[in-house]
């Protein structure tokens, strides 16, 4: 990647905002810009690319399914309601869990009546920790020595199992408890 030169970040985030349409892991790739670009400029790049990513999944939703909501009734249309006044908070609670696959949330969004707006401001947001977290570790291959690889890999876990405590109090604020899915 970095043998391109001044441009490898121009190429690493149009890869990685093209990604979803070959369903390749956002993972690989935001664990490579920290092997590439370190922690910082990793996760801006990351960032950046995973904001395209996401767009161009949510834009490739909103016109390929946009008849996929129309018939929507009962609980389906409360959600579409709801998704059209809170889906910054829908979006920004999905984006911080990670149980739920990035593509999917970005196709979800682009069929339902979340404004671009928000669902953009709430990914970003929502993903800067994940993001961090990957790119920390990527980066601490490279850069570090066993101590700094241990300091990351406990960060990357506290990120991403923090989340995981809170479950049933999102699932509950987003209306799907257990007793609903049925």
Same mark, same amino acid.
């Given at each position: 990647?970095?043998? =391109?030169?001044?441009?490898?970040?121009?190429?690493?985030? +149009?890869?990685?905002? +093209?990604?979803?349409?070959?369903?390749?892991?956002?993972?690989?790739?935001?664990?490579?810009?920290?092997?590439?670009?370190?922690?910082?400029l990793g996760t801006v790049y990351t960032l950046a690319g995973a904001a395209g990513s996401?767009?161009?999944?949510?834009?490739?939703?909103?016109? %390929?399914? !946009?008849?996929?909501?129309?018939?929507?009734?009962?609980?389906?249309?409360?959600?579409?309601?709801?998704?059209?006044?809170?889906?910054?908070?829908?979006?920004?609670?999905?984006?911080?869990?990670?149980?739920?696959?990035?593509?999917?949330?970005?196709?979800?969004?682009?069929?339902?009546?979340?404004?671009?707006?928000?669902? *953009?401001?709430? /990914?970003?947001?929502? @993903?800067?920790?994940?993001? =961090?977290?990957? /790119?920390?570790?990527?980066?601490?291959?490279?850069?570090?020595? =066993?101590? /700094?690889? *241990? =300091?990351?890999?406990? %960060?990357?876990?506290?990120? @991403?199992?923090?989340?995981?405590?809170?479950?049933?109090?999102?699932?509950?604020?987003?209306?799907?408890? !257990?007793?609903?899915?049925?």
């Amino acid at each position: 990647m970095l043998s =391109f030169g001044w441009f490898s970040p121009v190429i690493y985030i +149009l890869i990685y905002t +093209l990604r979803p349409l070959v369903l390749f892991p956002a993972s690989v790739l935001s664990i490579t810009g920290g092997l590439s670009f370190g922690p910082l400029l990793g996760t801006v790049y990351t960032l950046a690319g995973a904001a395209g990513s996401a767009a161009v999944a949510f834009w490739t939703a909103r016109k %390929l399914g !946009k008849n996929i909501g129309k018939g929507s009734a009962g609980k389906g249309k409360a959600i579409q309601n709801q998704l059209e006044k809170k889906g910054f908070f829908y979006v920004l609670v999905l984006r911080l869990i990670p149980l739920f696959n990035f593509d999917l949330i970005s196709y979800a969004a682009g069929i339902s009546k979340v404004r671009f707006s928000a669902f *953009i401001l709430a /990914t970003v947001i929502g @993903m800067t920790p994940g993001v =961090f977290a990957f /790119t920390y570790l990527g980066s601490s291959f490279v850069d570090g020595g =066993f101590g /700094t690889l *241990i =300091f990351a890999g406990s %960060l990357f876990l506290i990120i @991403m199992l923090v989340p995981l405590f809170f479950k049933d109090q999102v699932r509950s604020a987003l209306g799907l408890n !257990k007793d609903n899915d049925a």
